[in-house]
């Protein structure tokens, strides 16, 4: 299965927002919208992602004081993308690797959606599971 097919059944929706949202900003959307990561985008350009994780690194090394900050400051900019043509076992292997839980998906520099292992590991089950059901079919025509 390919990115493309797991963004046109969850839809393309992408919480975005800008680097200079403050970190107490940042964790109400988090909140507020049920997910654990938001692109931050400069203009037209991803110039970052702020998950939970990035959140509570902050606020371990910084305190309280962190939350009036701009998210640009934990951010993580080295941003990895999924491209619409991957598949979902390539994208489950990179997360894995690289401790990954989301992956803003582009084409060419346009942000186009965005998958997390959640997504992938709902759409591999599903394919495990409708092989056997064609095997224990196959077995019981047999």
């Not at 107490?24 to 991803?46: E, F, K, P, T």
């Not at 942000?111 to 292992?117: D, F, K, N, Q, R």
């Amino acid at each position: 299965m390919l990115v493309s097919q797991i963004l046109k059944a969850k839809g393309d929706l992408v919480f975005t927002a800008t680097p200079n949202e403050t970190v107490s900003a940042i964790c109400a959307l988090l909140h507020s919208r049920r997910v654990g990561a938001m692109i931050i985008m400069d203009g037209d350009r991803v110039a970052g992602i702020v998950s939970e994780r990035d959140v509570v690194r902050v606020m371990a090394e910084q305190g309280a004081s962190a939350l009036n900050q701009p998210v640009s400051g934990c951010m993580t900019r080295d941003v990895v993308f999924a491209e619409p043509n991957e598949t979902v076992n390539s994208l489950l292997s990179r997360m894995t690797d690289r401790r990954l839980r989301h992956l803003p998906v582009c084409e060419g520099e346009r942000l186009i959606g965005i998958v997390s292992i959640g997504d992938l590991v709902k759409h591999k089950i599903s394919e495990v599971e409708a092989e056997a059901d064609g095997l224990k079919a196959y077995i019981a025509a047999g």
